[in-house]
């Protein structure tokens, strides 16, 4: 098996889709920080269903998505589509698009350094690329860390589909390296209780409100804002 089979074969374990919550927290994000967009990118659509809500949300702007797995049937016919490994630079010109969503996808690609820079190249002038990852500073996370010696998240059920874990301080280098502003950090504000993955901080009885933030948030976002 060669290396673009075996990146394919942890796509497809990946099962392409993420949640509501962090559709929820990405698409906030994108309403806090970019007024208008006219050309949107799913960078890392998976089966498309975030593709497709991407369309109901931008009416009337024209959307693409790429990802390692074939075009989706599922996503409106109007979507441009690039089936490219997502670890190499995608076949379209610097400064296509406005807006660029990478939901859940940095953990799966071998180079985060690559991916940002990927990022600016592909985002004209004003342009914003909001990304989402899991929450290595997370209570959960660091707990895990301390104790298997691995981020939650990325333990052997996890891999080889999730394979590079992202702090936050990760995003403020590779971001001011490629030229962006320094990111702006954002929540889903939905964590897991450490050794009670039932029951998330959110819903304990009384003080769920309580918890949000870094320490409370299994997934979280960087907003990087090309000058």
């Given at each position: 098996?060669?290396?673009?089979?075996?990146?394919?074969?942890?796509?497809?374990?990946?099962?392409?889709?993420?949640?509501?919550?962090?559709?929820?927290?990405?698409?906030?994000?994108?309403?806090?920080?970019?007024?208008?967009?006219?050309?949107?990118?799913?960078?890392?659509?998976?089966?498309?269903?975030?593709?497709?809500?991407?369309?109901?949300?931008?009416?009337?702007?024209?959307?693409?998505?790429?990802?390692?797995?074939?075009?989706?049937?599922?996503?409106?016919?109007?979507?441009?589509?690039?089936?490219?490994?997502?670890?190499?630079?995608?076949?379209?010109?610097?400064?296509?698009?406005?807006?660029?969503?990478?939901?859940?996808?940095?953990?799966?690609?071998?180079?985060?350094?690559?991916?940002?820079?990927?990022?600016?190249?592909?985002?004209?002038?004003?342009?914003?690329?909001?990304?989402?990852?899991?929450?290595?500073?997370?209570?959960?996370?660091?707990?895990?860390?301390?104790?298997?010696?691995?981020?939650?998240?990325?333990?052997?059920?996890n891999y080889p589909a999730h394979?590079?874990?992202?702090?936050?301080?990760?995003?403020?280098r590779t971001a001011t390296e490629?030229?962006?502003?320094?990111?702006?950090?954002?929540?889903?504000?939905?964590?897991?209780?450490?050794?009670?993955?039932?029951?998330?901080?959110?819903?304990?009885?009384?003080?769920?409100?309580?918890?949000?933030?870094?320490?409370?948030?299994?997934?979280?976002?960087?907003?990087?804002?090309?000058?």
């Amino acid at each position: 098996m060669n290396i673009l089979e075996k990146r394919l074969e942890a796509a497809c374990l990946s099962g392409g889709i993420s949640n509501s919550d962090i559709y929820s927290a990405a698409l906030a994000a994108a309403r806090r920080h970019k007024s208008g967009a006219n050309r949107i990118l799913d960078f890392g659509s998976g089966v498309g269903d975030f593709t497709k809500l991407l369309c109901s949300t931008y009416a009337g702007a024209s959307v693409a998505g790429a990802d390692i797995l074939p075009r989706p049937t599922t996503i409106p016919p109007s979507v441009d589509w690039y089936e490219a490994d997502l670890n190499g630079p995608l076949p379209v010109p610097d400064g296509a698009f406005d807006l660029i969503f990478a939901v859940e996808v940095i953990e799966h690609l071998e180079n985060s350094r690559q991916v940002v820079r990927e990022l600016y190249r592909l985002l004209a002038a004003g342009g914003v690329a909001i990304l989402t990852t899991p929450n290595t500073g997370s209570m959960r996370s660091l707990i895990t860390y301390f104790v298997r010696g691995h981020h939650a998240q990325f333990d052997d059920a996890n891999y080889p589909a999730h394979i590079t874990a992202v702090t936050a301080l990760d995003f403020k280098r590779t971001a001011t390296e490629a030229g962006f502003r320094a990111p702006i950090f954002f929540y889903t504000d939905v964590g897991t209780v450490p050794k009670i993955l039932s029951l998330k901080w959110q819903n304990i009885p009384g003080i769920g409100t309580l918890f949000k933030g870094k320490l409370y948030s299994d997934n979280f976002g960087a907003v990087l804002v090309k000058s």
